[in-house]
């Protein structure tokens, strides 16, 4: 069936570090993919989003690129701030559902 | 931007009653709304699809009798939890939009049976 397998979190680290998050899935055709990000207290919200493979999604310094080969969609910054703390969900789109992974909480320090 | 307001954020009963979370979308209507379920360490899980005006849509494995969903206005839709046991303890998260690029999510109810 269709699945999303995120890393177990939580990633902590300090301000300006190299940020990544991986996610594989696995599903039949070629669905769409996404990363929604939920900050303390707020509900999920689309960071961005990729829709055929090799497509980069980006956004507020964040990039995905969408791996077929590599069945994968791992999240990435340069350089995180502490305002970057949250849990981050993968997801994938199929017919009219999403499935999410288990989400990453990503715990940044000055 | 549009928001989608989930209340209570925590709820803590005991065990064989009944608990209400509402979910709201306060400047769009919405005739379709999502419930969502997390198991600590596992994947936010599909429960079941609200239909304004009509019966919801659940999930195979997902107790429709013990999870109620009613979708009476184009702004709100209720999950009861029925008779909740402590295996019910998780955390439920709605949803309301158009399309994945256009879903809002609410904060989540942290739900706690005694």
């Known amino acids: 069936g269709n699945s999303v397998t995120q890393m177990e979190g939580p990633v902590t680290l300090s301000e300006e570090a190299f940020l990544t998050i991986n996610c594989t899935y696995t599903?039949?055709?070629?669905?769409?993919l996404f990363w929604y990000v939920q900050y303390p207290g707020e509900g999920l919200q689309l960071l961005l989003k990729a829709t055929k493979a090799d497509d980069k999604g980006s956004n507020k310094g964040f990039e995905a690129t969408y791996r077929k080969e590599t069945t994968s969609f791992h999240l990435e910054k340069g350089s995180v701030q502490v305002s970057d703390s949250a849990v981050y969900f993968c997801?994938?789109?199929?017919?009219?559902?999403?499935?999410f992974g288990t989400g990453t909480r990503l715990q940044v320090f000055p | 931007g549009a928001v989608v307001s989930q209340h209570p954020s925590w709820v803590i009963c005991k065990s064989g009653t009944s608990v209400k979370i509402e979910c709201r979308s306060l400047?769009?209507?919405?005739?379709?709304m999502f419930w969502y379920r997390q198991f600590p360490k596992q994947s936010l899980m599909l429960m079941a699809t609200?239909?304004?005006?009509?019966?919801?849509?659940?999930e195979q494995g997902v107790e429709k009798d013990k999870f109620l969903i009613n979708h009476a206005s184009l702004t709100l839709s209720t999950l009861t939890v029925t008779s909740a046991h402590p295996e019910d303890s998780s955390f439920y998260i709605c949803?309301?939009?158009?399309?994945?690029?256009?879903?809002?999510f609410g904060s989540g109810t942290q739900l706690s049976v005694l």
């Open positions: 599903a039949t055709g070629y669905p769409s």
């Open positions: 997801a994938l789109s199929k017919t009219d559902k999403l499935i």
């Open positions: 949803s309301a939009g158009r399309g994945f690029e256009k879903l809002f």
């Open positions: 609200s239909n304004e005006g009509s019966k919801a849509t659940y």
């Open positions: 400047d769009f209507q919405a005739t379709t």
